[in-house]
């Protein structure tokens, strides 16, 4: 847990967990299991105080939870941040009890200053979880009933409760959640997004990273899904819903509100396609949705002429070839730098829809 985080889209990192196992290829090079052995490590320093131990355990294939200060760290957050919750785990793993998710939501609905950004790749838990009518009964406990706020804050829960949910009805979506999966190509984007459209969220998005293989959001290329509004180019006026033809739609269908697209960084980092990277970008702007390209990781673009004046560490992607963009160099992360076609692309959703 951080008041500060080096992830370009947020500012702040949450870890009321630790802790998680593989699910599918974007997991195969985790930095969050790098970054859990390196603490517990620096911890058995005999100059590191006991309770560090205790908040990074040495084995990070189990979910541990930690100490109650690491979940109610937000409340103790005057300036509002972007918060990105559980970078070292994934809240809605199946070892973390439901209960204990309903208390993470709990504090963030008594954190409403905050944005907190939500990744996970248990799409199918944090569906049937979220649009539940157990986890607004469990929601209300958390906030009203716990012992662990003190009385300002329950009396703060107490208005909150009434104000976001209803008794025997789904929790409402908390404005200031932002609902992600991770998708890493295709093949998981066709399963976790609709998973996402169809979880009650205020903000719905997607972090394509490591990004592994080209993904088609709109569902106009016979694979893929239908995730973005058709561009305004389509008929000549603003992006509309493919179905039911009109703006932000309010028959029931739901668009993501934000793409976060990067390459890989780190030992054993695998490249990635510029194109793929463009292709994402394109999509969103067609359709008017809010698109940041968080980095190229360890390997960055080369021109033919970079080719030709030095060849070592070179990746080809032969099945995409250019005379430009097929081309990458294994570098630092740092080296490689964030720019996409020489500039950089820090959209943000603005507007908060339920």
Known sequence: ??????????????????????????CDNCYALGEVNRRHAAA????TSPRMLEAFPARFDTVSIRPERFLTQPLRWAQPRRIF??????????????????RVFAV????????????????????????????ADLFDQAVCDSPDWDVRLREAAVESAQNLMR???????????????????????D??????????????????????????????????????????????????CQQHGMERCTQGCAFLDWVVAG?????????????WARDLRDQCTAADVPFLFKQWGSHRPVTRAEVIERSDRLVYFADQPGPDSAWLRHVPRKSAGRELDGRTHDGYPQAVRT
């Open 1 to 26: 847990m951080a008041d500060r985080t080096r992830i370009e889209w947020a500012q702040a990192t949450w870890n009321p967990l630790v802790g998680c196992t593989k699910v599918s290829a974007g």
């Open 44 to 47: 058995l320093s005999p100059k």
């Open 85 to 102: 919750v559980n970078s070292l785990s994934d809240l809605f793993h199946t070892d973390v009890p439901d209960e204990f998710i309903a």
């Open 108 to 135: 963030m609905a008594l954190a409403p200053q905050h944005t907190f950004q939500l990744l996970t790749k248990r799409h199918a838990r944090m569906r049937s979880l979220l649009s539940s009518p157990r986890f």
């Open 167 to 189: 008794r025997g009805e789904a929790l409402r979506p908390l404005p200031n959640a932002w609902i992600g999966v991770s998708v890493e190509d295709q093949h998981w984007a």
């Open 191 to 240: 399963i976790r997004i609709p998973a996402l459209l169809g979880t009650p969220a205020a903000v719905r998005w997607i972090s394509a990273e490591p990004l592994l293989g080209p993904v088609d959001l709109t569902g106009r290329g016979g694979t893929g899904v239908y995730a973005l509004p058709d561009p305004a180019e389509y008929d000549g006026g603003e992006p509309v």
């Open 263 to 275: 390459g890989e960084s780190g030992q054993g980092a695998r490249p990635m396609h510029p194109q």
